[in-house]
């Protein structure tokens, strides 16, 4: 697939490409409440990954027919900038990012506990600002947090990760690389208090065996995400009140 | 069995075990099976056996008795819609805003309440399917439109932080920069001051506490913020003298 001659994913030393090992996550910088005019927001740095996201609501919804009386839904936005890869992204919505927002959304939805606010919307806006593979995973861990930051009352925190295959050999968090010229990759969300699915999808071929093991990987990454999610979130707080402590 | 695994004020998060057993669960928790966990962030209360977690962002929830601030956002023919910052839009009707009958059909609402207004109500009814009903009777200066002055926003669930105990918080920032504050339940807070310095420093002092409302002894910290500044604004001869208060030994200890 038009891999560029004398590339290996896995040199001698079991090395990858940008020099990780196998088992290991790209470098993950997170913060939260970034926007001021959001309810809740989070900016995420995975690897090269730069990713916004933004969440306004509960508010109320129009068209009327969306509102429903038992609970209030979620609505998410996934949108790639059109800077954000190696050649200009035609902007707007197209076929893969209209898929990404709906599974995206289904990922984020079962963690909410939105029937508190029957009739209206959470609205949840992921921005890619600069895409180096697996932003998928990163905008749910974004939105994530951004939704946790609005205020918005959640069952648990939704944490992603990928795994996938590359030289024949199953490695956590696939980069840009990796995911064109490797086998599969398998993007996981999970609500880690149980153990919860949320998101599940497979790009290549797998063996059975191949994907349980690219599962249970991808799972023990997202847990890795899930602590960095949870002392980005206690970050916002603890850094105001250790400032108010240095000035005394 | 019983057990706890959290101390109260401690930050959690969405998804933090606060406690097994047969507790209570109040707001900003939920239970599973005989375990309650926090479903916000926010700084852990018990008391007694109810666990509730008092979450540090979130919308505000309507309350029936609530004295809130709210802009007209419509003028319709009975009725005008006002925004309170709710997931949901309120409705003032003119028979809960005026004590005289008047005739519809003669009367332009606007000259009572225009587009853009800001009022001072109450939360009269918050029904079932989200109707929030709202009343300007009996509230302080016919509930408005206030004008001459600033509104700030700050997280609802900071507004017992900003009121303090006894209104300690809030009668502080008034005497010292001697501007007039409301505060709405749901965070919206109308500050006007005579001196446009003392407006902003009002203003100042108020997004401070929302800011740092989860940590220990901010009345005091905003007493000393404040003074600095007026100090400096006496000095540059916007104000005559630093206005002072008589030291009370009780405003130390707050809790909210």
Sequence with gaps: MGRPEGLKLIDENGRR?????????????????????????????????????????????????LQRPDRGILRVRYNMAPFSVEERKKPGPDR?????SKVIRG??????????????????????LQADAGT???GITAAS?????????????????????????????????????????????????????????????????????AVKLAIKGAKAVYQKQREALREKYLRIAEEVAGNE | MKRIFVKPRDLVVPGTLLAQGPFKNGRGTFREGNRIYSTVVG?????????????????????????????????????????????YEASLRVQDA?????????????????????????????????????????????????????LVTITPSKVPRLIGKGGSMINLIKKLTNTRIIVGQNGWVWVSGKNDELEKLAIEAILKVDRESHTQGLTDRIKEFLTERLRALKEEGVIDEVPQIEEKSDEKGEVE
């Design chain 1, 17 to 65: 490409v940008d020099g990780r090992k196998k088992y290991e996550l790209r470098p993950i910088k997170m913060e939260v409440g970034v926007l001021k005019n959001a309810d809740g927001s989070a900016y995420v740095e995975w690897g090269k990954n730069k990713i916004l996201a933004a969440v306004y609501g509960p508010r109320e919804i129009h068209p009327k027919h």
């Design chain 1, 96 to 100: 893969r990012s209209v898929e990404i």
């Design chain 1, 107 to 128: 990922a984020l939805e079962p963690a909410l506990l939105l029937d508190a606010f029957p009739r209206t919307a959470v609205d949840v806006f992921i921005e890619v």
């Design chain 1, 136 to 138: 998928r995973v990163a």
């Design chain 1, 145 to 213: 947090l951004a939704l946790a930051d609005a205020g918005v009352p959640m069952r648990d925190l939704v944490a992603a990760c990928a795994a996938g295959k590359i030289d024949g050999e199953i490695v956590l968090d696939l980069n840009k690389d990796e995911d064109n010229y490797g086998e599969s990759d398998v993007p996981v969300a999970i609500m880690p208090l149980k153990n919860d699915i949320t998101l599940l999808q497979m790009d290549g071929y797998l063996t059975r065996e191949e994907f349980v093991e």
């Design chain 2, 43 to 87: 700084l852990v209360e018990v008391r007694g056996d109810l666990i509730r977690v008092i979450p540090l962002e979130g919308p505000y929830m309507p309350e029936v008795g609530d004295n809130v601030l709210g802009k007209i956002v419509d003028v319709r023919f009975s009725n005008w819609a006002v925004d309170i910052g709710a997931p």
């Design chain 2, 98 to 150: 005026v004590e005289e009958r008047i005739d519809l059909m003669k009367t332009d609402l606007r000259k009572i309440f225009d587009i853009g207004d800001i009022i001072y109500a109450k939360i009269k009814g918050y029904n079932e399917i989200n109707q929030i009903d709202l009343t300007t009777k009996g509230m302080p200066f016919h509930g408005g439109p206030l004008r001459g002055g600033q």
